[in-house]
Protein backbone atom coordinates (compact mmCIF):
# COMPACT_ATOMS: atom_id res chain seq x y z
CA UNK A 1 0.00 0.00 0.00
CA UNK A 2 1.28 3.20 -0.95
CA UNK A 3 1.81 5.92 1.61
CA UNK A 4 3.25 9.53 1.98
CA UNK A 5 3.37 10.91 5.19
CA UNK A 6 4.52 14.71 5.36
CA UNK A 7 6.17 16.54 8.42
CA UNK A 8 7.60 19.68 9.25
CA UNK A 9 4.39 22.18 9.18
CA UNK A 10 4.09 24.71 11.78
CA UNK A 11 3.47 28.22 12.23
CA UNK A 12 6.42 31.05 11.70
CA UNK A 13 7.18 34.74 10.98
CA UNK A 14 7.44 36.35 7.92
CA UNK A 15 10.34 36.07 6.68
CA UNK A 16 11.31 32.56 8.84
CA UNK A 17 12.27 29.30 6.91
CA UNK A 18 10.82 25.79 7.48
CA UNK A 19 11.61 22.56 6.47
CA UNK A 20 8.67 20.27 5.23
CA UNK A 21 9.55 15.93 4.77
CA UNK A 22 8.03 13.48 3.21
CA UNK A 23 8.35 10.02 3.29
CA UNK A 24 6.87 7.28 0.85
CA UNK A 25 6.38 3.58 1.57
CA UNK A 26 4.80 0.88 -0.79
CA UNK A 27 6.37 1.91 -3.32
CA UNK A 28 10.29 2.59 -5.35
CA UNK A 29 11.15 5.60 -4.59
CA UNK A 30 13.67 6.69 -7.02
CA UNK A 31 11.77 5.16 -9.85
CA UNK A 32 9.09 8.32 -9.33
CA UNK A 33 8.97 12.27 -9.93
CA UNK A 34 8.20 13.91 -6.72
CA UNK A 35 6.09 17.08 -5.88
CA UNK A 36 5.00 19.16 -3.18
CA UNK A 37 1.56 21.44 -3.74
CA UNK A 38 -0.31 23.47 -1.40
CA UNK A 39 -3.45 25.06 -1.42
CA UNK A 40 -5.02 28.01 0.75
CA UNK A 41 -8.37 28.73 1.73
CA UNK A 42 -10.65 29.17 -0.83
CA UNK A 43 -8.06 28.38 -3.72
CA UNK A 44 -7.32 25.76 -5.34
CA UNK A 45 -4.53 23.57 -5.19
CA UNK A 46 -1.35 24.57 -6.90
CA UNK A 47 2.39 23.17 -7.90
CA UNK A 48 4.94 24.45 -5.50
CA UNK A 49 7.72 22.04 -6.68
CA UNK A 50 8.54 19.07 -8.77
CA UNK A 51 11.72 16.74 -9.02
CA UNK A 52 12.42 14.24 -11.34
CA UNK A 53 13.81 10.66 -11.10
CA UNK A 54 16.96 12.21 -12.57
CA UNK A 55 16.88 15.19 -10.00
CA UNK A 56 15.72 17.71 -12.45
CA UNK A 57 13.55 20.41 -10.32
CA UNK A 58 10.86 22.82 -11.54
CA UNK A 59 9.41 25.39 -9.45
CA UNK A 60 6.07 27.77 -9.44
CA UNK A 61 7.00 31.56 -10.22
CA UNK A 62 5.66 32.45 -6.69
CA UNK A 63 8.51 30.60 -4.99
CA UNK A 64 11.39 30.80 -6.89
CA UNK A 65 14.09 31.93 -5.03
CA UNK A 66 12.98 31.06 -2.17
CA UNK A 67 12.23 27.56 -2.07
CA UNK A 68 14.48 24.11 -2.94
CA UNK A 69 12.91 21.07 -3.24
CA UNK A 70 15.46 18.04 -3.03
CA UNK A 71 15.47 14.01 -2.92
CA UNK A 72 17.00 11.19 -0.76
CA UNK A 73 16.72 8.38 -2.62
CA UNK A 74 18.35 6.41 0.51
CA UNK A 75 15.61 7.32 2.53
CA UNK A 76 12.62 7.30 0.48
CA UNK A 77 12.18 11.37 1.67
CA UNK A 78 11.63 14.68 -0.67
CA UNK A 79 12.04 17.67 0.88
CA UNK A 80 11.00 21.57 0.78
CA UNK A 81 13.07 23.92 2.30
CA UNK A 82 11.18 27.33 1.95
CA UNK A 83 12.92 30.15 2.92
CA UNK A 84 11.54 33.91 3.10
CA UNK A 85 8.28 32.91 3.53
CA UNK A 86 5.80 35.17 3.71
CA UNK A 87 1.79 35.68 4.11
CA UNK A 88 0.88 34.42 0.99
CA UNK A 89 2.95 30.93 1.27
CA UNK A 90 -0.21 30.05 3.90
CA UNK A 91 -1.60 26.99 3.14
CA UNK A 92 -1.54 23.21 3.06
CA UNK A 93 1.26 21.56 1.33
CA UNK A 94 0.95 18.17 0.25
CA UNK A 95 3.23 15.77 -0.90
CA UNK A 96 2.75 13.50 -4.50
CA UNK A 97 3.81 10.86 -6.06
CA UNK A 98 4.10 10.61 -9.67
CA UNK A 99 3.13 7.78 -11.69
CA UNK A 100 5.98 9.07 -14.23
CA UNK A 101 9.92 8.82 -13.63
CA UNK A 102 10.28 12.05 -15.77
CA UNK A 103 7.30 14.13 -15.49
CA UNK A 104 5.06 15.30 -12.49
CA UNK A 105 1.57 13.25 -13.04
CA UNK A 106 0.52 12.30 -9.34
CA UNK A 107 -1.54 9.37 -8.29
CA UNK A 108 -0.88 9.56 -4.83
CA UNK A 109 -1.05 12.65 -2.32
CA UNK A 110 -0.35 12.77 1.15
CA UNK A 111 -2.41 13.75 4.16
CA UNK A 112 -1.05 17.15 4.10
CA UNK A 113 0.75 19.46 6.69
CA UNK A 114 -0.64 23.18 7.44
CA UNK A 115 2.10 25.94 7.06
CA UNK A 116 0.87 29.36 8.41
CA UNK A 117 2.88 32.87 8.00
CA UNK A 118 1.83 35.24 10.41
CA UNK A 119 3.27 38.01 12.44
Given at each position: ??????????????????????????????????????????????LVAGI???????????????????????????????NSLNT?DTGVY??????????????????????????
Amino acid sequence: QVQLVESGGGLVQPGESLRLSCVLSGSIFSNYAMGWYRQAPGKPRELVAGITGDFTTNYGDSVKGRFTISRDNAKRTVYLQMNSLNTKDTGVYYCAKSGSWFALQPDYWGQGTQVTVSS
